[in-house]
């Protein structure tokens, strides 16, 4: 099964502040990956899908980049809204596998 | 608009089942793959069980194969995870979610005696 290793666990940021978090697969997945954004007590929200693709509705802070074995989930400035956990989810075969989860937190 | 409502969570004794619904609506069930995904309290995300839109190809996570079904009925828009040999382990929010695009609000299963 393919590993998803996704760093850092936890990050400490302030308004405004670029955040940049990364998953590496343990083999090549094209790109076949997802990135989620999740607050306490609510439902996982897709904010990119094929990596790079931003899913409707999404502000254009959220960028994805990486194909292959390496992906990037970046925020531009980052937003009172966007503090929260996000995680990757390669799709590109069986089982699906999501990365352990970064919580991003208020400096 | 998609909307995914699970339902059928509460609290089993271990070795107990439960059967977790998912009625899904705003788009045509019948043309999409479905998902379960559980998260344990205060845990990452797990990939529990997928079925492809006809019923054709259905997967499970290593650590609930041979214990839940999943079926799906496309007249009533609506998905199953039929949950059997419960374990405390299994105790989670269990998400049905569209493909990976769409996700219910989760239901809460707890396995405690």
């Known amino acids: ?107 | 608009e998609v909307q995914l409502v699970e339902s059928g969570g509460g609290l089993v004794k271990p070795g107990g089942s439960l059967r977790l619904s998912c009625a899904a609506s705003g788009f045509t069930f019948s043309s999409y793959s479905m998902n379960w995904v559980r998260q344990a309290p205060g845990k990452g995300l797990e990939w529990v069980s997928s079925i492809s839109s006809s019923s054709s190809y259905i997967y499970y996570a290593d650590s609930v194969k041979g214990r839940f079904t999943i079926s799906r009925d496309n007249a009533k828009n609506s998905l199953y995870l039929q949950m059997n040999s419960l374990r405390a382990e299994d105790t989670a929010v269990y998400y049905c979610a569209r493909d990976w695009s769409d996700w219910g609000q989760g239901t809460l299963v707890t396995v405690s005696s």
């Open chain 1, 1 to 107: 099964a393919i590993q998803m290793t996704q760093s850092p666990s936890s990050l400490s940021a302030s308004v405004g502040d670029r955040v940049t978090i990364t998953c590496r697969a343990s083999q090549g997945i094209r790109n076949d990956l997802g990135w989620y954004q999740q607050k306490p007590g609510k439902a996982p929200k897709l904010l990119i899908y094929a990596a790079s693709s931003l899913q409707s509705g999404v502000p254009s802070r959220f960028s994805g980049s990486g194909s292959g074995t390496d992906f990037t989930l970046t925020i531009s400035s980052l937003q009172p809204e966007d503090f929260a956990t996000y995680y990757c989810l390669q799709d590109y075969n069986y089982p699906p596998r999501f990365g352990q989860g970064t919580k991003v937190e208020i400096k």
